[in-house]
Structure formats: structure tokens, C-alpha cells
């Protein structure tokens, strides 16, 4: 906090000029230490530092602070109280509902960004349980299709291929005229997560189907299947 309050205080000092320059850079010097100071005092509590309240308390004591700086480092007095009676009114109102709004804002992402995860993450536990009573049959033709509507189902993507590491074993979804099961691998980009037990997801312009100029798939997620450190398809 300190040294995020001290680069700015530089730029106040070099970028901005006028009688409480000088004020300004050690005002936001000393408010980026008080958020510092917040941020050691409450770090082992996130559940404390990070609401609304503490933002706009910690904004409000630090725009106080501000005026009492330009007070006294701004010279003649009477400069320094026209200047506070300019800026307080706005500094002390604004500054701090403007930092708890952006609490809010982050907040929300924040929970958003888990409501997210959490639904993928049952999307993903529900085709597991579907999966592995499947997969007990072996991973044939049969069953990878199976599985491939699966996946198509829970997810909602356009198409889902299973394949082993030589063909495709099942397709389900848009493109099976021409991506059919029994096939070599055809896609260079498949052969990539397999060959580096690794996930592959091109950039939307960098994937073309190399079967069909017509082929509808315009972006992909090719994810290896492994057990035990051994890559299956």
C-alpha cells in the first residue's frame, strides 16, 4: 500500500502542478500506507477486509486525512482552506462511495465467477457418474458413443468426439456426416493432446476441420483421457 501511495505521490509531484501539489503527493503517500496498514491488520481475515464497509471506512479516514495534509502543508492558510472548502465536499462524499461500490462490483464477480465453477463442477460430477458405470463395458465403439452423448447432453456443446489414440471411436452431435466413428484421426490438434498427455484449445481461427470445407465445428477442447499416468484417447 505504502509504495502503491508513494508512486503516486511522485506523479502528483511531477506530472501536476499548484500550491498543494506538494500537499497532494504526501496526502496519497500517507493514504496508500493506511491501506497498507489495513490490509496487515485484517489479511488473515478476507472474510473482514473484503466487504464494502471496510472499503469505504478505510476511503473515508483516508480523505480526511487528505484535507487535514492539505491543511497544513498548503501555504498561506488561508489558500489551504479555500482549497479544502473546494475539494472536501466532493473528495469526502464521493471517493469513498465510489471505492465501496467498486467492493460491490468485485464482490459480485467474485460470487459469479464461483456460482460458475460450482455448476461446471456438478456438470462434471454427473458425467462421471453416468460415465463410469459405462466404461466398465470397456471402451468400445458402442460405449464410447454412449459416453459421447453423455458429455453432449450435460454440456450443451455443439459435438463431442471419444476417440482412442489411433481413431474415433464415438461422435455424437452436429458434423457426423463426415466425422464418423471408425475413422483414423484425422485432426493434427488431437494428436497434440495425446502426444502431450496435455489439453488443447486453439484460438477460434486456428482450428479448420480438415475433412469438410462445410464442417460447422468452429472451435475446440480436446482433452486427453488418461488413467494412471497413461494416455487412452
Known amino acids: 500500500g505504502f509504495l502503491v501511495g508513494l508512486t503516486a505521490g511522485i506523479h502528483r509531484m511531477t506530472a501536476l502542478t499548484g500550491a498543494s501539489a506538494v500537499a497532494g503527493a504526501v496526502a496519497t503517500t500517507f493514504?496508500?500506507?493506511?491501506?497498507g496498514l489495513v490490509h496487515m491488520k485484517l489479511a488473515g481475515r478476507p472474510d473482514r477486509l473484503m466487504t464494502k464497509k471496510v472499503a469505504f471506512a478505510t476511503a473515508l479516514v483516508?480523505?480526511?486525512?487528505?484535507m487535514g495534509i492539505v491543511l497544513v502543508f498548503t501555504h498561506p492558510l488561508s489558500l489551504a482552506i479555500d482549497v479544502v472548502k473546494t475539494i472536501a465536499p466532493s473528495m469526502i462524499v464521493a471517493n469513498?462511495?465510489?471505492?465501496?461500490?467498486?467492493?460491490a462490483v468485485f464482490l459480485e464477480r467474485e460470487r459469479e465467477q464461483d456460482r460458475v465453477a460450482a455448476t461446471w463442477s456438478a456438470k462434471a460430477l454427473h458425467v462421471a457418474e453416468k460415465s463410469l458405470g459405462l466404461m466398465d463395458r470397456g471402451l468400445g465403439p458402442?460405449?464410447?458413443?454412449?459416453?459421447?452423448?453423455?458429455?453432449?447432453?450435460?454440456t450443451g456443446v455443439g459435438a463431442v468426439a471419444v476417440t482412442d489414440t489411433t481413431r474415433v471411436l464415438g461422435w455424437a452431435g452436429i458434423g457426423g456426416d463426415h466425422h464418423k466413428p471408425g475413422d483414423p484421426i484425422a485432426s493434427a490438434l488431437t494428436r497434440q493432446a495425446i502426444d502431450s498427455a496435455t489439453p488443447v484449445e486453439p484460438e477460434q481461427q486456428d482450428y479448420a476441420c480438415t475433412l469438410s470445407q462445410q464442417c460447422p465445428l468452429r472451435s475446440v477442447l480436446i482433452v486427453p483421457l488418461q488413467v494412471d499416468g497413461t494416455v487412452l484417447g
Not at 483516508?62 to 487528505?66: M, V
Not at 469513498?96 to 467492493?103: D, S, T
Not at 458402442?142 to 450435460?154: D, L, P, R, S
Open 31 to 35: 493514504e496508500g500506507l493506511l491501506g
Open 62 to 66: 483516508g480523505e480526511i486525512l487528505h
Open 96 to 103: 469513498p462511495i465510489g471505492a465501496a461500490l467498486f467492493m
Open 142 to 154: 458402442e460405449v464410447a458413443g454412449e459416453i459421447a452423448a453423455v458429455i453432449k447432453e450435460e
